[in-house]
C-alpha cells in the first residue's frame, strides 16, 4: 500500500514538472517572437530602401532655368536720380567703354554691372568725393541696346531688336517682319552663355503654336534658317517653286496635286525629274501617267530638285541649264504637307 501511495506520489509530481517545463518553454518562445518582430520593425525602414534602390531612378522634372540678370552696357540709356540732391541727377547713355558721367563726380563705370550694382558704384563714388555723406540712388534703364535680341535668317528685317525683360518668341518674329516665303518652319534658339541651341517648329495648330511661343531673354539669337524648295514647271496649272516643310516627306504626286494638276496639253509620261548633286545634275525619267494612275511607286523629291512636265508634240527637249534658269525665275509657293 506504502508503494502505491509512493508511485502516485511521483507521478503527481512529475506532471506538475511538465506542466512547469512547458509554460515555461511556452513564455520562452513568446519572448523570442516579441524580439524577433521588434528587430523586423527595426530593420524593415533599411529594407524597403534597399528594395527602392533596385527600381529604376525616377527622372526629376526639369527645373526651370533662372533667366540671366540683364545688365549694362554700351548705349544703354539710363534715368538716374539722387535724392535730395536733384541736381546730381541725369539722364544718359553708357559710353562704348562702358562708364558714365556724373556732375561733381566724373566717370563712373557701369558696364557689366546690374542696376543696382550701378546704384552701388555710384553711391560709393559719392561717399568717396564727399559729396554726400549717405547718398541714396535709384538707377533705371530705360532702353537696354547691348542686351537684345538677335534675329538671323529668312526673316523681313533681320537685325538686333532692343527688348526690355523677356520676350515671346512670336512678337520677336512679329517685331522682325515675320518669316520670309523662303522660310522654313523651324525656329533655332540660342540662349546666352549655353552652348546648345534649341529648335522650335512653328506649326499652324494653335496648341502647339501656344507651347512653342517660348520666352527669349535678351542675348539670345533667334535664327530662321531657309526651308528646302523644289520646283514645278511645264505643264501643270501653277508651275513654281514649293517650299518643304521642316521634316520634307514631299513626293511627286503631293507637288502636282498642290500645282494643279497637268494641263490638257502636258505629256505625263515623259515627265523629268532633275536633282543637283556635287558633280552637277542628275536626270530621271518619271512616268507620271503610271503615277497618277496607281501603276507605279511614288517618287520623293529632295531640296533644289526640279520636276519637269513636257508639252505634247515638243520635239527639242530642254536642257539642264534651260531649266534651271526656269526655275530661277518663277514664282514661290508652299506647300501645305
Do not use: C
Not at 48 to 65: L, Y
Amino acid at each position: 500500500m506504502q508503494a502505491l501511495e509512493s508511485t502516485a506520489t511521483m507521478y503527481r509530481l512529475s506532471g506538475v514538472l511538465i506542466l512547469f517545463f512547458l509554460g515555461f518553454l511556452g513564455h520562452f518562445q513568446f519572448g523570442l517572437a516579441q524580439d524577433s518582430a521588434l528587430q523586423q520593425g527595426a530593420t524593415a525602414p533599411s529594407a524597403r530602401v534597399n528594395n527602392d534602390s533596385n527600381q529604376e531612378p525616377v527622372e526629376k522634372a526639369p527645373q526651370p532655368q533662372t533667366p540671366s540678370a540683364l545688365v549694362i552696357g554700351p548705349g544703354d540709356e539710363l534715368e538716374i536720380t539722387v535724392y535730395g540732391a536733384p541736381d546730381l541727377s541725369e539722364h544718359t547713355r553708357v559710353s562704348a567703354g562702358g562708364s558714365i558721367s556724373i556732375p561733381l563726380v566724373g566717370s563712373v563705370h557701369v558696364g557689366g554691372l546690374t542696376s543696382s550694382e550701378a546704384e552701388g558704384a555710384i553711391e560709393s563714388q559719392l561717399r568717396q568725393n564727399h559729396i554726400l555723406n549717405d547718398p541714396q540712388v535709384s538707377l533705371f534703364v530705360k532702353e537696354y541696346i547691348s542686351s537684345g535680341i538677335s534675329v538671323a535668317g529668312e526673316v523681313a528685317k533681320p537685325g538686333f531688336y532692343s527688348v526690355l525683360g523677356p520676350h515671346r518668341l512670336l512678337d520677336v518674329l512679329e517685331e522682325a517682319g515675320g518669316p520670309t516665303d523662303r522660310a522654313s518652319n523651324r525656329v533655332v534658339v540660342s540662349h546666352r552663355g549655353q552652348q546648345d541651341s534649341t529648335t522650335y517648329i512653328l506649326s499652324k495648330d494653335p496648341g502647339e503654336m501656344a507651347a512653342n511661343n517660348v520666352d527669349l531673354q535678351p542675348g539670345d539669337t533667334v535664327v530662321v534658317p531657309r526651308a528646302g524648295v523644289v520646283y514645278v514647271l511645264g505643264e501643270v496649272n501653277k508651275p513654281g517653286g514649293y517650299v518643304m516643310n521642316s521634316t520634307g516627306g514631299v513626293t511627286v504626286l503631293q507637288l502636282v496635286a498642290v500645282a494643279g494638276g497637268t494641263t490638257r496639253v502636258a505629256s505625263a509620261g515623259k515627265t523629268r525629274l532633275l536633282r543637283k548633286t556635287d558633280t552637277g545634275f542628275q536626270e530621271q525619267q518619271v512616268d507620271l501617267k503610271k503615277l497618277l494612275r496607281g501603276h507605279t511607286k511614288d517618287v520623293a523629291v529632295s531640296n533644289e530638285d526640279i520636276l519637269y512636265v513636257p508639252t505634247s508634240g515638243v520635239k527639242r527637249a530642254l536642257d539642264a541649264s534651260a531649266l534651271v534658269a526656269m526655275a530661277a525665275g518663277t514664282a514661290i509657293w508652299r506647300v501645305p504637307y
